[in-house]
């Protein structure tokens, strides 16, 4: 069937034809190999596993309850043997230090515990603000209604301090110097954030709002509070306050402008954020001040 195919088709029967030539030749050469037979693998059957009894498995708890043995007996030792462990006498008591014997002695101990205390606190750098001494009146006479000429903190800070460059935080609102004085940065005029501060009493008292991190028992709200509260004559203590109010055409804030001296009116107590009311001291300075500039700045920051 397969020859009669061949003849018909010219192509096998060329390719049959050129086969066999190939046979022909590899003969001649010795080269001819037999077909590899594969060999027939019967087909190999798993034999089926022989059942073995499975193994009792015991309980896992060893409870005699569980495994239906009788509880052993337990004998209370007598008291001689308690007495005579250590362990068994009760909870060991860790030796007390001898207190002072007298009053020089307790002194002496908390000088040391001051001591240790101060060694571990934190020291400010050596151009921290936190080291340097303000005057703070002779700052208010300088700069009272005066707007600084850049803004920003950092241009305050250094034209406050007569060019001096000085390391501070210029993310709080609040500055602290090493003596009772303090800077007081305070924004007004921009109506659309969460709190707004204002001015109050025709302007003879301004509200200010602490960081979200200030509580009633923060240390700088209370030496806010204690300077604040301290109405002396003194020269070199005092809350100094900076106001800057917002240009909503430019959509920035102004440069700076020294508003003198607050003293401590009153806060909401447990409030978040802290809510403080502050009187201006200098109220009246700015009002009648000298230069019409300045009277005129100070009305338009208090109409805001």
């Known amino acids: 069937m397969s020859s009669n195919k061949t003849e018909d088709n010219p192509y096998l029967a060329f390719r049959a034809a050129k086969i066999a030539r190939n046979n022909a030749k590899l003969e001649e050469l010795g080269l001819a190999t037999k077909p590899v037979v594969e060999p027939v693998v ?27 043995q009788q509880a052993p007996v337990v004998q209370e030792l007598p008291d001689e043997f308690e007495a005579s462990v250590p362990s068994l006498r009760g909870k060991r008591q860790r030796p007390r230090r001898p207190g002072p014997k007298n009053a020089n002695e307790a002194n002496v101990a908390k000088k040391a515990r001051a001591a240790k205390t101060t060694k571990n606190a934190y020291v400010p750098p050596a ?19 005066r707007t600084m000429e850049k803004t920003g903190k950092a241009f305050v800070m250094h034209t406050s301090l007569g060019g001096l460059h000085v390391s501070f935080n210029k993310y709080s609102g609040v500055q602290e110097w090493m ?44 030496r806010l509070i204690r300077i604040g509260k301290d109405t002396k004559k003194d020269p070199d203590k005092g809350i100094v306050l900076w106001c800057r109010h917002y240009n909503t055409a430019a959509k920035t804030y102004h440069p700076y402008t020294c508003l003198g001296r607050l003293s401590y009116e009153s806060h909401v107590v447990g409030s978040r954020p802290l809510k403080f009311i502050w009187r201006l001291l200098d109220y009246d300075r700015l009002l009648q001040h000298e230069d019409e500039n300045v009277q005129k700045r100070f009305q338009e920051i208090m109409d805001l």
């Open 42 to 68: 019967a087909d190999r059957q798993t034999p089926a596993r022989r059942g073995l009894p499975r193994p009792i498995q015991q309980p896992t708890r060893r409870s005699t309850r569980i495994t239906g």
């Open 127 to 145: 151009n921290s603000v936190r080291r340097i001494h303000l005057r703070v009146n002779d700052t208010v006479d300088k700069f009272l209604g």
């Open 179 to 222: 003596n009772d004085a303090i800077y007081l940065w305070v924004n007004v005029g921009k109506k659309d954030d969460d709190v707004v501060n204002d001015f109050l009493d025709n302007g003879r008292q301004i509200s200010w709002f602490g960081g979200s991190r200030m509580h009633d028992e923060t240390p700088t709200i209370q």
